[in-house]
């Protein structure tokens, strides 16, 4: 996190740098003319030291310009934008070093190529400006990039889970109770948990629960499934012996106020997932089920009886072993909610792990392809023989087949009704490319009763004919295909 202070001379050392190299003076030229040693310079420039004003002066009048312009945090027309990118809450909160970033290299490009960049910094703020692209939603997307930056498995995170259970000598049979993980969040932290309070607050139904830090009371809401109280209960455990300071209190987020509070929240979310399912065994487990020759639903949903944990907790789980343990790194996961009249879907979370996979969120008002898994699963929700007077979780696997691509992957997809929402369902699937090394891991894909469709991303952009749950027409492709005809039409001419 960078200070005030830092910003300032950052600026200050930016100017200093893009006025020196305009004018062509090297360190020692510019040493000579203000009598400041070239190692002094080079800390200004760096951002590392602020001079005093005489110092200032002297290197205004060298550099041409005068006091006022390089102690102030504006600039040149040419210059500007990248102040403003430097004064941003994004160069305040976003830490550059999770990524392998340096700030010093980064300015040093600045100033090499300043029109070029400047060009690309306004560019990128319009963008943000006109799709509304708040803080929150540049928070989630980087914290998406940091997730596959890493393929999403972090090993000292699957190690404090393993410590944690030793340290405490923790060697009970799997799955991990409520009372159990109750009793530790008690015996080591001194937190009681409390399912009372929360649910008598009307305006609260929607949230799962809520942490009072000095209370030390971990509220609960009314009608959580046993395996929706194991994740929140291993999450504080998370937060606590992972010491996070910068966090939520709330299950979903209210306000994103920094990417550290976020990237804190994934950290105590994967260390759940990992002490409640636990890396070798799950993996153990996946090997088994990868020999089956057919597939069935139960493959899925007898992970979920044993290790008591919600379907999106097992997905996400799997979005950390399968790149590590197994070698499959192309894959997504998608997380849909349906409208209680089953007409319009929102796609509420995606990872894409290695490059930008379809599906993939949608910000265009279009609507996504009803031939997806991840909506006939929600849809399947309301059938006689499943619907919600039944079961209330379907799985279901599909193999689709991008139109207009060579691009295929294998879709397992969990449904549920919403929590405090029966009659909208929502859905999660796990996404993987198709290719040979996936096909020479799981056996079921050879699997004639696996089914197989046609899909895309939305309506508005598939040409797939007689399509029987078409939802919208094909406008995209109908609009190319006018102005296709334009060029033929000039080609004549």
Same mark, same amino acid.
């Given at each position: 996190?960078?200070?005030?202070?830092?910003?300032?001379?950052?600026?200050?050392?930016?100017?200093?740098?893009?006025?020196?190299?305009?004018? *062509?003076?090297?360190?020692?030229?510019?040493?000579?003319?203000?009598?400041?040693?070239?190692?002094?310079?080079?800390?200004?420039?760096?951002?590392?030291?602020?001079? &005093?004003?005489?110092?200032?002066? /002297?290197?205004?009048?060298?550099?041409?310009?005068?006091?006022?312009?390089?102690?102030?945090?504006?600039?040149? &027309? &040419?210059?500007?934008? @990248?102040?403003?990118?430097?004064?941003?809450?994004?160069?305040?909160?976003?830490?550059?070093?999770?990524?392998?970033?340096?700030? =010093?290299?980064?300015?040093?490009?600045?100033?090499?190529?300043?029109?070029?960049?400047?060009?690309?910094?306004?560019? $990128?703020?319009? @963008?943000?400006? #006109?799709?509304?692209?708040?803080?929150?939603?540049?928070?989630?997307?980087?914290? %998406?990039?940091? /997730?596959?930056?890493?393929?999403?498995?972090?090993?000292?995170?699957?190690?404090?889970? %393993?410590?944690?259970?030793?340290?405490?000598?923790?060697? *009970?049979?799997?799955?991990?109770?409520?009372?159990?993980? =109750?009793?530790?969040?008690?015996?080591?932290? *001194?937190?009681?948990?409390? %399912?009372?309070?929360?649910?008598?607050?009307?305006?609260?139904?929607?949230?799962?629960?809520?942490?009072?830090?000095?209370? &030390?009371?971990?509220?609960?809401? !009314?009608?959580?499934?046993?395996?929706? =109280?194991?994740?929140?209960?291993?999450?504080?455990?998370?937060?606590?012996?992972?010491?996070?300071?910068?966090?939520?209190?709330?299950?979903?987020?209210?306000? @994103?106020?920094?990417?550290? /509070?976020?990237? #804190?929240?994934?950290?105590?979310?994967?260390?759940?997932?990992?002490?409640?399912?636990?890396?070798?065994?799950?993996?153990?487990?996946?090997?088994? $089920?990868? %020999?089956?020759?057919?597939?069935?639903?139960?493959?899925?949903?007898?992970?979920?009886?044993?290790?008591?944990?919600?379907?999106?907790?097992?997905?996400q789980r799997l979005t950390n072993i399968l790149p590590h343990h197994f070698g499959l790194e192309d894959l997504f996961f998608i997380r849909l909610t349906g409208s209680e009249d089953l007409k319009s879907f929102t796609m509420t979370k995606d990872l894409h792990l290695s490059q930008l996979h379809s599906?993939?969120? #949608?910000?265009?008002?279009? !609507?996504?392809?009803?031939?997806?898994?991840? $909506?006939?699963?929600?849809?399947?929700?309301?059938?006689?023989?499943?619907?919600?007077? *039944?079961?209330?979780?379907?799985?279901?696997?599909?193999?689709? +087949?991008?139109?207009?691509?060579?691009?295929?992957?294998l879709c397992l997809s969990l449904a549920k009704p919403a929590f405090g929402r029966p009659k909208r369902g929502v859905s999660v699937t796990l996404g993987l490319l198709v290719d040979p090394k996936l096909r020479s891991i799981f056996y079921f894909l050879s699997d004639p009763q696996l089914k197989v469709?046609?899909?895309?991303?939305?309506?508005?952009?598939?040409?797939?004919?007689?399509?029987?749950?078409?939802?919208?027409?094909?406008?995209?492709?109908?609009?190319?295909?006018? +102005?296709?005809?334009?060029?033929?039409?000039?080609?004549?001419?």
């Amino acid at each position: 996190m960078l200070s005030e202070e830092k910003i300032i001379r950052l600026i200050l050392g930016f100017k200093v740098r893009h006025l020196r190299q305009q004018k *062509g003076l090297s360190y020692q030229e510019l040493s000579t003319t203000t009598k400041l040693s070239t190692s002094y310079l080079n800390d200004i420039e760096k951002g590392k030291r602020y001079p &005093k004003p005489d110092k200032i002066s /002297q290197l205004a009048q060298a550099l041409g310009v005068d006091y006022n312009y390089l102690v102030a945090t504006n600039a040149s &027309k &040419k210059l500007q934008p @990248i102040i403003d990118l430097l004064t941003s809450k994004f160069f305040k909160l976003f830490p550059l070093d999770e990524f392998g970033i340096s700030l =010093e290299k980064l300015l040093e490009l600045f100033t090499q190529t300043p029109d070029k960049v400047n060009a690309f910094i306004s560019t $990128i703020f319009k @963008i943000a400006r #006109n799709y509304q692209v708040d803080e929150s939603q540049f928070y989630l997307e980087a914290l %998406r990039s940091y /997730q596959d930056m890493h393929n999403n498995y972090f090993p000292e995170l699957e190690a404090a889970s %393993r410590e944690f259970k030793q340290e405490f000598s923790i060697r *009970g049979t799997l799955p991990y109770t409520v009372a159990f993980l =109750e009793d530790q969040l008690l015996e080591l932290y *001194g937190i009681r948990v409390d %399912r009372d309070q929360l649910p008598q607050q009307k305006q609260l139904a929607g949230i799962r629960s809520f942490f009072h830090h000095e209370k &030390k009371i971990l509220f609960l809401q !009314h009608g959580l499934a046993e395996a929706q =109280e194991n994740f929140l209960l291993a999450r504080e455990l998370g937060f606590q012996y992972l010491q996070l300071g910068e966090r939520p209190y709330e299950t979903t987020i209210l306000q @994103i106020d920094s990417f550290e /509070q976020l990237l #804190n929240n994934y950290k105590a979310s994967h260390f759940a997932a990992a002490l409640l399912m636990d890396e070798e065994e799950l993996a153990r487990d996946l090997r088994q $089920i990868a %020999r089956n020759n057919t597939w069935h639903p139960d493959l899925l949903l007898d992970l979920l009886r044993k290790y008591q944990v919600t379907a999106e907790m097992l997905l996400q789980r799997l979005t950390n072993i399968l790149p590590h343990h197994f070698g499959l790194e192309d894959l997504f996961f998608i997380r849909l909610t349906g409208s209680e009249d089953l007409k319009s879907f929102t796609m509420t979370k995606d990872l894409h792990l290695s490059q930008l996979h379809s599906p993939y969120n #949608n910000e265009l008002d279009e !609507h996504y392809c009803n031939r997806w898994v991840s $909506i006939s699963s929600i849809k399947d929700l309301r059938l006689p023989q499943k619907g919600l007077h *039944g079961p209330d979780l379907i799985a279901d696997a599909q193999i689709s +087949r991008y139109w207009n691509s060579d691009k295929e992957y294998l879709c397992l997809s969990l449904a549920k009704p919403a929590f405090g929402r029966p009659k909208r369902g929502v859905s999660v699937t796990l996404g993987l490319l198709v290719d040979p090394k996936l096909r020479s891991i799981f056996y079921f894909l050879s699997d004639p009763q696996l089914k197989v469709r046609q899909v895309h991303t939305t309506c508005e952009r598939c040409g797939v004919p007689d399509c029987e749950v078409r939802v919208a027409s094909p406008k995209v492709i109908e609009q190319m295909e006018k +102005r296709d005809q334009v060029f033929h039409a000039l080609a004549d001419l």
